[in-house]
């Protein structure tokens, strides 16, 4: 059925805020999670042949084409608005995800004996909000990548222009995350700094009092 194939457009996607999250795990494992909100609003407005888009929605929602697959859903009614998440884990078919083959107008998903390869580009078909937030954390090593934020080992790409799309991401097979050293060596100069200036401090303050008393 048509609106059960476009469950993105006409539930996930058309809320006030909307995360697509997906945790990387390796071998295959990948855990997608959809969180947001709709207002009640929205929802009381949202009617169509005498059944709400919104509740149809909510019992067939699949993460696999085909409808296949089942979402482990949560849903919690708050004052004028509904929180919602949907979370599935792939086990070697993230190919057979129903968001990024909906959604995205091209998908090249590939491998080779190193790396894993991610690309996900033109015409975004499900901007039925002002953004879109997608978030990718990976377990193993980052690569290349072309996100617009970067925190630590999750990478943030937001989606606010329907005509045109484009996330590329490129992940080690074998190489696990870990912060640089660069970073590390960086925050631990900043804690020497702030001791050494602290003791510096420390001295002057002493030296000070010590010229004032013998003046006296």
Not at 21 to 33: F, P
Not at 39 to 51: A, F, G, H, R, V
Not at 116 to 129: A, E, I, M, N, V
Request: proline share 1%; net charge negative.
């Amino acid at each position: 059925m048509k609106k059960r194939y476009l469950i993105l457009m006409l539930l996930l996607l058309s809320g006030c805020t909307v995360n697509y999250n997906l945790d990387i795990e390796g071998n295959g494992i990948y855990k997608e999670t959809i969180t947001g909100t709709v207002t009640n609003e929205e929802l009381d407005n949202n009617n169509s042949t005498d059944i709400n888009d919104f509740s149809y929605n909510l019992n067939f929602a699949t993460p696999l084409i085909r409808d296949e697959g089942e979402y482990a859903k949560e849903i919690i009614d708050k004052k004028g608005y509904k929180e919602f998440s949907y979370s599935y884990v792939f086990d070697n078919n993230y190919d057979k995800s129903n968001i990024i083959n909906t959604c995205f107008s091209g998908v090249l998903l590939s491998d080779d004996d190193e790396f894993y390869y991610y690309d996900f580009y033109g015409p975004f078909k499900c901007l039925y909000t002002d953004k879109i937030n997608i978030n990718v954390t990976s377990k193993y090593a980052v690569i290349e990548n072309n996100a617009d934020k970067v925190n630590k080992n999750t990478y943030t790409w937001i989606i606010d222009n329907e005509d045109d799309s484009d996330i590329h991401l490129v992940v080690s097979k074998d190489v696990l995350y870990q912060e640089t050293k660069e970073k590390k060596i960086f925050t631990s100069f900043r804690i020497v700094g702030f001791i050494i200036l602290v003791v510096l401090s420390l001295i002057t303050y002493l030296l000070y009092r010590k010229k004032n008393s013998d003046e006296i």
